[in-house]
Protein backbone atom coordinates (compact mmCIF):
# COMPACT_ATOMS: atom_id res chain seq x y z
CA UNK A 1 0.00 0.00 0.00
CA UNK A 2 1.27 3.43 -1.08
CA UNK A 3 0.74 6.30 1.43
CA UNK A 4 -2.28 8.65 0.23
CA UNK A 5 0.04 11.82 0.71
CA UNK A 6 2.65 9.87 -1.59
CA UNK A 7 0.36 9.34 -4.16
CA UNK A 8 -1.25 12.93 -4.03
CA UNK A 9 2.17 14.58 -4.58
CA UNK A 10 3.24 12.27 -7.37
CA UNK A 11 0.08 12.63 -9.48
CA UNK A 12 0.52 16.38 -10.21
CA UNK A 13 3.59 14.36 -12.73
CA UNK A 14 1.82 11.63 -14.08
CA UNK A 15 -1.60 13.64 -14.46
CA UNK A 16 -0.29 15.55 -17.76
CA UNK A 17 1.49 12.53 -19.32
CA UNK A 18 -2.07 10.77 -18.64
CA UNK A 19 -4.41 14.12 -20.35
CA UNK A 20 -1.89 13.89 -23.32
CA UNK A 21 -2.21 10.19 -24.02
CA UNK A 22 -5.78 10.04 -23.42
CA UNK A 23 -7.17 12.98 -25.69
CA UNK A 24 -10.10 12.62 -27.80
CA UNK A 25 -13.70 13.99 -28.34
CA UNK A 26 -15.86 11.10 -27.38
CA UNK A 27 -15.60 12.22 -23.12
CA UNK A 28 -15.41 15.31 -21.51
CA UNK A 29 -14.19 16.23 -17.82
CA UNK A 30 -16.72 19.36 -17.22
CA UNK A 31 -14.37 20.24 -14.28
CA UNK A 32 -11.59 21.51 -16.68
CA UNK A 33 -13.28 20.86 -19.80
CA UNK A 34 -10.54 18.44 -21.33
CA UNK A 35 -11.73 15.58 -23.70
CA UNK A 36 -10.79 12.34 -24.03
CA UNK A 37 -11.17 9.68 -25.99
CA UNK A 38 -12.02 7.03 -22.63
CA UNK A 39 -11.74 7.13 -19.22
CA UNK A 40 -9.33 5.65 -16.55
CA UNK A 41 -10.23 2.28 -14.59
CA UNK A 42 -10.99 2.75 -10.86
CA UNK A 43 -12.01 0.81 -7.94
CA UNK A 44 -11.10 -1.20 -4.70
CA UNK A 45 -12.51 -4.83 -5.55
CA UNK A 46 -15.05 -4.50 -8.20
CA UNK A 47 -13.07 -2.27 -11.09
CA UNK A 48 -15.67 0.15 -12.80
CA UNK A 49 -14.31 0.48 -16.48
CA UNK A 50 -14.14 4.29 -17.96
CA UNK A 51 -14.64 6.36 -14.10
CA UNK A 52 -11.54 8.28 -13.86
CA UNK A 53 -10.58 11.57 -15.42
CA UNK A 54 -7.11 10.93 -16.77
CA UNK A 55 -6.49 15.27 -16.07
CA UNK A 56 -8.23 15.95 -12.79
CA UNK A 57 -8.36 12.34 -11.46
CA UNK A 58 -12.16 13.22 -10.89
CA UNK A 59 -14.80 10.54 -10.41
CA UNK A 60 -17.91 10.25 -11.17
CA UNK A 61 -19.18 12.01 -7.64
CA UNK A 62 -16.35 14.72 -8.37
CA UNK A 63 -18.42 15.52 -12.09
CA UNK A 64 -21.49 15.27 -10.73
CA UNK A 65 -20.89 17.73 -7.53
CA UNK A 66 -19.06 20.05 -10.06
CA UNK A 67 -22.20 20.25 -12.09
CA UNK A 68 -24.47 20.48 -9.00
CA UNK A 69 -21.98 22.98 -7.43
CA UNK A 70 -21.83 25.40 -10.60
CA UNK A 71 -25.37 25.18 -12.16
CA UNK A 72 -27.34 25.07 -8.99
CA UNK A 73 -25.82 27.13 -6.37
CA UNK A 74 -24.39 30.60 -5.35
CA UNK A 75 -20.41 29.22 -4.30
CA UNK A 76 -19.27 30.27 -7.80
CA UNK A 77 -21.32 33.91 -8.00
CA UNK A 78 -21.51 35.01 -4.57
CA UNK A 79 -18.62 35.21 -1.43
CA UNK A 80 -18.46 32.23 0.79
CA UNK A 81 -16.53 30.80 3.69
CA UNK A 82 -15.89 27.44 2.54
CA UNK A 83 -14.73 24.65 4.83
CA UNK A 84 -13.99 21.64 2.90
CA UNK A 85 -12.90 18.56 4.59
CA UNK A 86 -10.77 16.06 3.05
CA UNK A 87 -9.83 18.29 0.00
CA UNK A 88 -9.82 16.56 -3.33
CA UNK A 89 -7.22 17.39 -5.72
CA UNK A 90 -9.85 18.00 -8.66
CA UNK A 91 -11.44 20.70 -6.88
CA UNK A 92 -8.52 22.32 -4.65
CA UNK A 93 -7.19 24.63 -6.85
CA UNK A 94 -10.19 25.90 -8.44
CA UNK A 95 -11.44 26.79 -4.92
CA UNK A 96 -8.25 27.71 -3.61
CA UNK A 97 -7.83 30.71 -6.84
CA UNK A 98 -11.51 32.08 -6.75
CA UNK A 99 -11.67 35.43 -5.38
CA UNK A 100 -14.88 34.51 -4.00
CA UNK A 101 -14.41 31.70 -1.69
CA UNK A 102 -13.02 32.35 1.55
CA UNK A 103 -11.57 28.75 1.81
CA UNK A 104 -10.46 26.31 4.26
CA UNK A 105 -9.01 23.01 4.36
CA UNK A 106 -9.07 20.46 7.02
CA UNK A 107 -8.27 16.80 7.21
CA UNK A 108 -6.01 14.44 9.85
CA UNK A 109 -3.39 13.30 7.46
CA UNK A 110 -3.63 15.01 3.78
CA UNK A 111 -1.00 17.42 2.63
CA UNK A 112 -3.65 19.56 1.23
CA UNK A 113 -5.32 20.53 4.81
CA UNK A 114 -4.76 23.72 5.72
CA UNK A 115 -6.34 22.35 9.70
CA UNK A 116 -5.11 19.26 10.78
CA UNK A 117 -8.18 18.21 12.45
CA UNK A 118 -10.67 16.05 14.05
CA UNK A 119 -14.28 15.98 12.30
CA UNK A 120 -15.40 14.69 15.89
CA UNK A 121 -13.56 17.95 17.77
CA UNK A 122 -13.16 21.11 15.14
CA UNK A 123 -11.17 23.96 16.49
CA UNK A 124 -13.90 26.34 14.55
CA UNK A 125 -16.46 28.96 16.24
CA UNK A 126 -20.09 28.45 16.08
CA UNK A 127 -22.05 29.55 12.92
CA UNK A 128 -18.16 30.62 11.00
CA UNK A 129 -18.79 29.02 7.81
CA UNK A 130 -21.42 29.62 4.91
CA UNK A 131 -20.76 25.68 3.34
CA UNK A 132 -19.64 22.39 4.23
CA UNK A 133 -18.21 20.07 1.60
CA UNK A 134 -17.70 16.48 3.57
CA UNK A 135 -17.60 13.88 0.46
CA UNK A 136 -16.82 10.03 1.16
CA UNK A 137 -16.00 10.57 4.75
CA UNK A 138 -18.56 9.58 7.17
CA UNK A 139 -18.33 6.29 5.93
CA UNK A 140 -14.42 5.88 7.69
CA UNK A 141 -15.98 7.73 11.44
CA UNK A 142 -17.14 5.07 13.47
CA UNK A 143 -19.34 8.25 15.60
CA UNK A 144 -20.41 9.98 12.19
CA UNK A 145 -23.64 11.29 14.56
CA UNK A 146 -20.88 13.84 16.41
CA UNK A 147 -18.98 14.39 13.17
CA UNK A 148 -22.57 15.60 11.22
CA UNK A 149 -23.72 17.87 15.29
CA UNK A 150 -19.86 19.16 15.26
CA UNK A 151 -20.62 20.15 10.99
CA UNK A 152 -24.22 21.40 12.11
CA UNK A 153 -22.48 23.66 14.58
CA UNK A 154 -19.96 25.39 12.56
CA UNK A 155 -22.25 26.15 9.69
CA UNK A 156 -24.26 29.22 9.65
CA UNK A 157 -27.91 29.52 9.71
CA UNK A 158 -28.66 29.93 6.44
CA UNK A 159 -25.94 28.31 5.35
CA UNK A 160 -25.54 24.89 3.31
CA UNK A 161 -23.86 21.83 2.90
CA UNK A 162 -23.26 18.94 0.73
CA UNK A 163 -22.05 15.51 2.66
CA UNK A 164 -21.88 12.53 0.35
CA UNK A 165 -21.48 9.07 1.21
CA UNK A 166 -21.03 5.69 -0.80
CA UNK A 167 -25.39 4.93 -0.80
CA UNK A 168 -27.08 1.96 -1.77
CA UNK A 169 -30.14 3.62 -2.98
CA UNK A 170 -31.88 0.01 -2.71
CA UNK A 171 -31.36 -0.42 0.99
CA UNK A 172 -33.92 1.10 3.85
CA UNK A 173 -31.51 0.92 7.04
CA UNK A 174 -27.47 1.58 7.19
CA UNK A 175 -25.72 -0.97 7.99
CA UNK A 176 -22.52 -1.44 10.72
CA UNK A 177 -21.01 -4.06 12.57
CA UNK A 178 -17.88 -3.21 14.69
CA UNK A 179 -17.15 -6.65 15.54
CA UNK A 180 -16.54 -7.24 11.81
CA UNK A 181 -12.12 -6.63 12.34
CA UNK A 182 -10.46 -8.46 9.65
CA UNK A 183 -9.53 -6.06 6.29
CA UNK A 184 -10.46 -8.39 3.89
CA UNK A 185 -13.93 -8.88 5.17
CA UNK A 186 -14.28 -5.69 5.89
CA UNK A 187 -13.46 -4.95 2.23
CA UNK A 188 -16.29 -7.38 1.33
CA UNK A 189 -18.68 -5.92 3.08
CA UNK A 190 -18.53 -2.54 3.62
CA UNK A 191 -16.29 -1.79 -0.06
CA UNK A 192 -13.35 -0.52 1.45
CA UNK A 193 -10.99 -2.27 4.46
CA UNK A 194 -11.47 1.49 6.36
CA UNK A 195 -15.10 1.76 6.02
CA UNK A 196 -17.59 1.18 8.81
CA UNK A 197 -20.51 1.12 7.79
CA UNK A 198 -22.79 0.63 4.28
CA UNK A 199 -25.57 3.70 4.38
CA UNK A 200 -28.69 2.94 2.78
CA UNK A 201 -32.00 5.40 2.61
CA UNK A 202 -31.74 6.13 6.34
CA UNK A 203 -28.92 8.40 5.74
CA UNK A 204 -31.15 11.21 5.07
CA UNK A 205 -32.90 11.03 8.46
CA UNK A 206 -30.10 11.10 10.33
CA UNK A 207 -28.66 14.04 8.66
CA UNK A 208 -32.24 15.14 9.80
CA UNK A 209 -32.28 14.43 13.05
CA UNK A 210 -29.03 16.46 13.92
CA UNK A 211 -31.44 19.58 12.53
CA UNK A 212 -30.19 20.00 9.11
CA UNK A 213 -33.04 20.78 6.43
CA UNK A 214 -31.88 17.72 3.90
CA UNK A 215 -33.01 17.44 0.33
CA UNK A 216 -32.12 14.09 -1.48
CA UNK A 217 -31.29 15.69 -4.79
CA UNK A 218 -31.55 12.87 -7.90
CA UNK A 219 -29.87 15.29 -9.78
CA UNK A 220 -28.52 12.90 -13.12
CA UNK A 221 -32.28 13.11 -14.06
CA UNK A 222 -32.07 16.84 -14.61
CA UNK A 223 -29.33 16.20 -17.14
CA UNK A 224 -30.17 15.32 -20.73
CA UNK A 225 -28.69 11.67 -20.99
CA UNK A 226 -26.65 11.94 -23.52
CA UNK A 227 -24.71 14.47 -21.00
CA UNK A 228 -25.00 12.05 -18.59
CA UNK A 229 -22.68 9.50 -20.63
CA UNK A 230 -20.50 12.47 -22.04
CA UNK A 231 -19.37 13.35 -18.64
CA UNK A 232 -19.28 10.03 -17.27
CA UNK A 233 -21.78 10.07 -14.56
CA UNK A 234 -23.72 7.86 -12.01
CA UNK A 235 -27.20 7.47 -13.28
CA UNK A 236 -29.28 8.15 -10.23
CA UNK A 237 -26.40 8.62 -7.33
CA UNK A 238 -27.96 11.30 -4.79
CA UNK A 239 -26.47 14.30 -3.65
CA UNK A 240 -27.12 14.52 -0.06
CA UNK A 241 -27.89 18.88 0.12
CA UNK A 242 -28.59 20.08 3.40
CA UNK A 243 -29.45 23.65 4.89
CA UNK A 244 -29.17 25.02 8.43
CA UNK A 245 -32.22 27.00 9.37
CA UNK A 246 -31.63 30.44 8.94
CA UNK A 247 -33.50 30.89 12.69
CA UNK A 248 -32.51 27.51 14.81
CA UNK A 249 -33.64 26.82 18.17
CA UNK A 250 -30.32 24.53 18.58
CA UNK A 251 -27.93 27.75 17.71
Not at 3 to 28: C, K, N, Q
Not at 79 to 95: D, G, I, V
Not at 128 to 154: G, K, Q, S, W
Not at 189 to 205: K, P
Request: proline fraction near 6%; hydrophobic fraction near 35%.
Amino acid sequence: MIPRPWLISASYWVRPIMAWWFRGDRYEDPIDGKKFRSFLPYGYGQVRENVLSPSTLSLERHRLLWLYLQNETTLFTEPTKLLHFAPEQCFYKRFRESELIDYTTTDLNSPLADVKADICDLPFADNEFDMILCNHVLEHIPDDETAMREMYRVLKPGGSAIFQVPLENDRDLTFEDDSIIDRAERARIFGQYDHVRIYGMDYFDRLGSIGFEVDAVDYTHQIPADKVDYYRLAMGELIPFVRKAASSNRD
